[in-house]
């Protein structure tokens, strides 16, 4: 079978508020870039002749959703059918025919799942106006509510004995929630949202962080903050406290990427992209305009130049010298081993 020209297929259950608008949705298993079959199965049945559109299912709709798909055997789908079909809550079947600008929440939330899910990597799919479409949630132990709307759910949890838990409020959901990818260790879920993208064999500490958008393309040590568009390549560590400069900061438009066996330190951070086999020492952080003094193999000095002159270079050791205060960059040939038992997710 050949895929569809649909870049994705998706049927999601989600939360809408009072006055119908959607505030979130989980879809637990999307077709990417789904067979023919499928999606043209699908689409007969729920009339779709192209674009992007969500369309609301209803039993009845389910309900031939699942015979149709008990004839080719697609078990995956016809599981997540089957089981959607017990919910009273609101069903959507989301239809992303291309990698357009988003025009809904549903459309937005999987946007984030194919991130998370490592179905796109971080800049490879448009999440242009995202923010729009993503509304201010308070994010709670009974899920998500609308802010209008909390505290009349915060005072009839009362009138229950129980205390209604808010955990954040905020566009973005904890990832956990939604998509927990194989292979990581994540220490403080609340620290990674949806849309992050953790590459197999990537530790999170409590004091990590990861916006959407952004992530570690393999293993790897996160105890600092990877911001969105942000990507860390294989084997690279970053310390606690330690930063990135994300393409939200300041306006600006640099897509910033740390290359492989690379160490952030502890309190460092970037605002240039770094090649591989890169080192910044503890406490150092490095800005475009930052003027660095170049050395060679043999610490002599060869020009000053600013920090962005160097972007993407490998084998770069970045220190402040303890006498002059002046910052010096150096070859580094070593490349950083992580400590294998430290990373281990089994």
Not at 186 to 213: C, D, K, P, S
Request: aromatic share 6%; glycine share 10%.
């Amino acid at each position: 079978m050949s895929n569809s020209s649909l870049f994705c297929l998706a049927f999601g259950i989600g939360t809408r508020n009072k006055k119908g608008e959607w505030l979130e949705v989980y879809y637990p298993a999307p077709s990417f870039k789904p067979l023919t079959a499928f999606s043209d199965t699908v689409s007969a049945i729920l009339n779709y002749t192209g674009g992007n559109k969500t369309i609301e299912l209803s039993p009845e709709i389910i309900s031939d959703l699942i015979l149709a798909l008990k004839s080719e055997k697609n078990a995956e789908q016809l599981h997540v059918l089957e089981t959607l079909k017990t919910s009273s809550c609101p069903l959507v079947a989301c239809f992303l025919e291309t990698d357009d600008v988003m025009t809904s929440t549903p459309e937005a939330y999987l946007k984030l799942h194919l991130l998370s899910l490592r179905h796109v990597k971080p800049n490879e799919t448009n999440l242009e106006g995202i923010f729009a479409l993503l509304p201010n949630v308070a994010w709670t132990s009974q899920g998500a509510i609308d802010i209008s709307e909390l505290n009349e759910a915060q005072l009839m949890a009362r009138t229950r004995g129980e205390v209604l838990e808010v955990s954040s409020v905020d566009k973005f959901p904890k990832m956990t929630n939604y998509v927990v990818p194989s292979g990581v260790r994540i220490a403080h879920t609340a620290r990674v949202r949806l849309g992050a993208y953790l590459g197999e064999g990537t530790t999170v500490m409590h004091e990590g962080f990861i916006n959407f958008n952004a992530g570690t393309l393999g293993s790897g040590m996160v105890e600092g903050r990877i911001s969105q568009g942000v990507t860390v390549g294989d084997g690279s560590d970053l310390g606690g406290s330690s930063s990135t400069a994300g393409t939200l900061s300041g306006g600006g438009n640099i897509v910033l990427s740390i290359g492989k066996d690379c160490l952030i330190s502890a309190n460092a951070g970037t605002g240039i992209p770094l090649g591989d086999r890169c080192i910044i020492e503890a406490g150092l952080y490095i800005t475009p305009g930052t003027l660095v003094l170049v050395l060679d193999e043999d610490k002599n000095p060869v020009k000053k130049v600013k920090a962005r002159e160097l972007a993407g270079m490998p084998d770069m050791l970045f220190i402040r010298n303890s006498q002059t205060g002046v910052v010096e960059c150096r070859t580094n040939r070593k490349s950083i081993q992580l400590n294998t038992a430290l990373h281990a997710h089994n």
